[in-house]
């Protein structure tokens, strides 16, 4: 069945400094690959995200990659900052309106 | 901004206990999911919902399980009789759909705890 793999599950870098994570997905009918950020307590935000025909997308300090042949995808905080701390889930869809799978989450720690 | 929020924020039952979880989505939305998170495990798709009945539902949300529209702006997740691995924060969704927008909405969730 459809799987989607992240990793690392923590990651703890010096602020300013990039953090990147990344995942795979095992369907190859995804075609839609949304990135939500956690934060305690709340529900799972959605920062940026990325469909099939695209390889990188970016918004400020965050960019995302796709590489539909090897079916991985990335995403990069440059610059980052103590309110980048939480847990972020990459997850993927296969057609619009389906359900969303998550990965398992990794969990950002910035140290000042 | 538009918002999907949720009630209860926390639900304590006996197991074996009815419970509903209330959403109210965005209210130009036209589908709607519940997904569950068991504490510090990836959060688990439970059901679709569009037109007023299921469209996809996952193997977890079995007959214990059902989902309603009572409403122009309610959608509920009943479960019938609670078992202790019930316990896990609901998180309610929704999305405009294909000519709106297909990006799904998270509410804040209800953690719901069954002892």
């Known amino acids: 069945g459809e799987n989607v793999e992240q990793h690392p599950s923590t990651l703890s870098v010096q602020e300013g400094d990039s953090a990147v994570i990344k995942c795979t997905y095992s369907?190859?009918?995804?075609?839609?690959f949304p990135w939500y950020k956690q934060e305690l307590g709340k529900g799972p935000q959605l920062i940026i995200d990325?469909?099939?025909?695209?390889g990188e997308k970016k918004d400020q300090r965050i960019a995302v990659t796709l590489n539909k042949t090897a079916k991985h995808f990335s995403l990069h905080i440059t610059e980052t900052q103590p309110e980048d701390s939480a847990v972020y889930f990459c997850a993927a869809r296969y057609s619009s309106a389906s359900k969303i799978i998550f990965g398992s989450g990794t969990r950002l720690s910035i140290r000042p | 901004e538009p918002e999907v929020t949720q009630t209860p924020s926390h639900q304590v039952t006996q197991m074996g206990q009815e419970v509903i979880l209330r959403c109210v989505p965005i209210?130009?939305?036209?589908?709607f999911y519940w997904y569950r998170q068991i504490l510090g495990q990836k959060v688990e798709f439970l059901v679709s919902f569009y037109n007023n009945e299921i469209s996809e539902k996952s193997e977890i949300f079995d007959d214990q399980f059902s989902v309603e529209r009572p409403d122009g702006s309610n959608f509920t997740l009943k479960i019938r009789s609670t078992k202790l691995e019930d316990s896990a924060m609901y998180f309610c969704?929704?999305?405009?759909?294909?000519?709106?927008?297909?990006?799904?909405?998270f509410g804040p969730g209800t953690r719901l705890t069954v002892l």
């Open positions: 369907d190859s009918a995804s075609n839609y």
């Open positions: 969704a929704s999305s405009a759909g294909s000519y709106g927008g297909d990006e799904q909405f």
């Open positions: 990325i469909r099939s025909n695209v």
């Open positions: 209210s130009n939305h036209l589908y």
